[in-house]
């Protein structure tokens, strides 16, 4: 992809000339580097301003070819848009689009060969990159850490709550209400969730508090980073018991699952943190 470099002066000329481009929806308009753009649906709403987070669908595809849909994962992708003259970005057909979109808009963004810096593998001379963006929603820098703050204000309810869950396990009071599977995994649901069943394939989204049971140890949360955890479910890239224990559940479940070692780290452990044949309990709040 081609760089430019913008100058104060030609930025200043885009930035005036965004809410012209926009009302022209439906018409073929051109990004600041000369991409063709068109609006497929219009939205309504403000231009993103740097610094805030944009949420979005991704589609890129050659000819009649798709190469890549991030709808496959089940996610909405989302970051923090940069400074439109950051030289990162300069010439980058996606970003030249997002400056121009709103919510709710949904536009294609065309690119040659000659264009790119690295052309994917098999496109021809004649070949055009387009790329299919969604605008799904936009925050402001303030409104997003707002949203991470109230996740991580929690963390000490949830850390008093597993404190709470694991005495109770230890002690033997969930004798009796403990769902138990052959492998030795056990587990209690806090709370039934309103979602579908979690099938093999299915990309969850969850946040969790890891505690040690033999030691009691606190050693890993995502409430303090206030980000949940996404993964595929059944394909083992996380540690068996977890891909064990999300088959049996239904996305909303708030859960609290006893995992032995042979199901968590194993002999080894994850040092330093988590000891060799260390029996885990770990609390989840599966998101629907």
Do not use: C
Not at 59 to 86: C, H, R, T, W
Not at 140 to 161: S, W
């Amino acid at each position: 992809m081609k760089k430019i470099v913008l100058t104060t002066f030609f930025l200043v000329i885009y930035w005036s000339s965004l809410s012209t481009l926009y009302s022209q929806n439906g018409k073929e308009l051109t990004t600041s580097s000369g991409f063709p753009i068109v609006w497929v649906e219009q939205g309504e709403g403000e231009l993103p301003e740097a610094g805030g987070r944009i949420f979005f669908n991704l589609q890129y595809s050659i000819g009649d070819s798709v190469v890549f849909d991030s709808k496959a994962s089940g996610d909405v992708s989302s970051m923090e848009l940069p400074e439109a003259n950051d030289p990162k970005i300069a010439g980058e057909p996606l970003f030249e689009a997002l400056y121009l979109m709103v919510p709710g808009d949904v536009v294609i963004v065309s690119q040659k060969r000659d264009q790119m810096n690295q052309p994917l593998p098999g496109m021809t001379e004649n070949d055009e990159l387009r790329t299919r963006v969604e605008f799904v929603n936009y925050k402001t820098a303030k409104e997003y850490e707002a949203e991470l703050q109230v996740v991580r204000d929690r963390l000490p309810e949830v850390r008093e709550f597993v404190e709470a869950v694991w005495w109770n396990y230890v002690s033997g009071e969930y004798e009796d209400e403990l769902i138990k599977t052959e492998s030795g995994l056990e587990f209690i649901i806090h709370e039934k969730g309103n979602g579908p069943p979690i099938s093999q394939g299915d990309r969850i989204s969850f946040h969790y508090f890891g505690k040690n049971i033999e030691s009691a140890a606190n050693f890993d949360n995502s409430f303090n980073r206030a980000r949940a955890i996404n993964f595929v479910v059944g394909y083992g890239s996380v540690m068996p018991g977890w891909d064990e224990l999300f088959l049996l559940l239904n996305k909303g479940d708030v859960v609290s699952a006893f995992i032995p070692w042979q199901l968590a780290y194993g002999v080894r452990g994850r040092p330093p943190v988590i000891p060799g044949k260390s029996n885990l309990l770990y609390y989840f709040e599966i998101l629907e």
